[in-house]
C-alpha cells in the first residue's frame, strides 16, 4: 500500500540559519528530537487528574565531521565560547527517501549551544575527527 514504507534513518540532511551564516549539512547522527509533557495534579470529587501544564524539550545532539574550514554552524558555538553571547538559531531536519525526497522534517527553533567537544586527537589513527554539538531549543514543530 502507498505511503507504507518505512523511513531509513541514516538519509538525513539539517539546514542551519543563525545570524552567522547558514548552510545545509550532512552529520553522522542527530538525536534528542523529543519532548516530555509536565503535568498538573489535582484533586476532584471524581479523585485525582492531571492536566497539561507545559512542555520540556530534549536537548539536540548533533555529531558531523570538523572539516578544513569553520561553517557558520560551528561560528554561534565559538562566539559563545569566546564573547558568552548566545546566538539562538533555527535549525531544520529532513528525513529523506531513497531518491533523496524529503518524507518528513522538523523545525527546532530558539536553539543555542549547551555543550561542545570533540573526538581524541590521536596521532596513531587516521580516524575522522567527529564533534558533538548539543543544543537546547524553545520550540520542535514537527512538518509532514
Known amino acids: 500500500m502507498w505511503g507504507d514504507i518505512p523511513v531509513l534513518s541514516y538519509r538525513f540532511l539539517i539546514k542551519f540559519e543563525g545570524s552567522s551564516g547558514f548552510g545545509t549539512y550532512r552529520a553522522q547522527s542527530v538525536n534528542g528530537l523529543g519532548f ?4 498538573t495534579e489535582f484533586n476532584t470529587t471524581g479523585g485525582p ?3 497539561p501544564s507545559d512542555v520540556t524539550f530534549n536537548n539536540l545532539i548533533i ?3 570538523v572539516l578544513e574550514l569553520p561553517q557558520p554552524m560551528e561560528m554561534s558555538t565559538m562566539i559563545l565560547i569566546n564573547t558568552l553571547e548566545v546566538e539562538q538559531i533555527e535549525m531544520s531536519i529532513f528525513l529523506l527517501n531513497d531518491k533523496g525526497n524529503y518524507t518528513r522534517s522538523w523545525l527546532v527553533t530558539g536553539a543555542y ?3 561542545w567537544s570533540t573526538t581524541d586527537f590521536d596521532a596513531t589513527s587516521n580516524s575522522v575527527i567527529i564533534e558533538t554539538l548539543e543544543y537546547k531549543y524553545d520550540q520542535l514543530i514537527q512538518v509532514l
Open 63 to 65: 555529531k558531523r565531521a
Open 113 to 115: 549551544t549547551v555543550n
Open 49 to 51: 487528574k492531571a492536566m
Open 36 to 39: 516530555s509533557l509536565n503535568l
